[in-house]
């Protein structure tokens, strides 16, 4: 059983920056791949980026590729997602998901986060 808080969301304008943290607890952090997914009102939930157990393997959307980095801190058991160049379009809440297989497909992952608001302002 892997319990997972986001953190670090908030309003910035668009241009900013945002790093947000996914704490896990359970000693078998290490084991899991972990992603972040996003779900903006009225749309579908989507992928963002995911990290194998190790951090060798990282995916990205497309949309988010070259502004935004996935890593992870195995010692302190937290993912992180560091956004840059944050536009509009990237306003959602924002879900961290740990699962034993790196993946694109939310369906891949069993644990999820209660989620962190995200909001660019134009």
């Known amino acids: 059983q892997v319990q997972l808080v986001e953190s670090g969301g908030g309003l910035v304008q668009a241009g900013g920056s945002l790093r947000l943290s996914c704490a896990a607890s359970?000693?078998?952090?290490?084991?899991?791949?972990m992603g972040w997914f996003r779900q903006a009102p009225g749309k579908e939930r989507e992928f963002v980026a995911a990290i194998s157990w190790s951090g060798g393997s990282t995916y990205y959307a497309d949309s988010v590729k070259g502004r935004f980095t996935i890593s992870r801190d195995n010692a302190k058991n937290t993912v992180y997602l560091q956004m840059n160049s944050l536009k509009p379009e990237d306003t959602a809440v924002y879900y961290c998901?740990?699962?034993?297989?790196?993946?694109?497909?939310?369906?891949?992952?069993?644990?999820w986060g209660q989620g962190t608001q995200v909001t660019v302002s134009s």
């Open positions: 998901a740990a699962g034993w297989m790196i993946s694109v497909a939310g369906k891949a992952y069993d644990y």
């Open positions: 359970g000693r078998t952090f290490s084991s899991y791949a």
